[in-house]
Nanobody, 115 residues
Framework: QVRLVESGGGLAQAGGSLRLSCGASGSIFSIDAMGWYRQAPGMQRELVASITKSGITNYSDSVQGRFTISRDNAKNTVYLQMNNLKPEDTGVYYC?????????WGQGTQVTVSS
């Protein structure tokens, strides 16, 4: 079992920055990849960025060049640095961990970007 706890959400103005953190505990040795997803009101949850155990990253087109995902294996933490925020980045951001047989989700953290 893996437990994920997100932090760092909040309110930002357009053009501003926020950094999200996702701390993992439990059976962290089983995690292959981690990622950040977001869900805007009335919309489906979508992938924002992901990072594998070896550090390979992937970004959605909408955040490419503005967001950076990274991981600190010593702290069992994944970060999402969000720069040049836009109002359309508003939503609940969820951390996900994937192992060979399971997926684990955090409780989510709200990000609101005002214009």
């Amino acid at each position: 079992q893996v437990r994920l706890v997100e932090s760092g959400g909040g309110l930002a103005q357009a053009g501003g920055s926020l950094r999200l953190s996702c701390g993992a505990s439990g059976s962290i040795f089983s995690i292959d990849a981690m990622g950040w997803y977001r869900q805007a009101p009335g919309m489906q949850r979508e992938l924002v960025a992901s990072i594998t155990k070896s550090g390979i990253t992937n970004y959605s087109d909408s955040v490419q060049g503005r967001f950076t995902i990274s991981r600190d294996n010593a702290k069992n933490t994944v970060y999402l640095q969000m720069n040049n925020l836009k109002p359309e980045d508003t939503g609940v951001y969820y951390c996900k961990a994937r192992s060979r047989f399971n997926e684990y989700w955090g409780q989510g953290t709200q990000v609101t970007v005002s214009s």
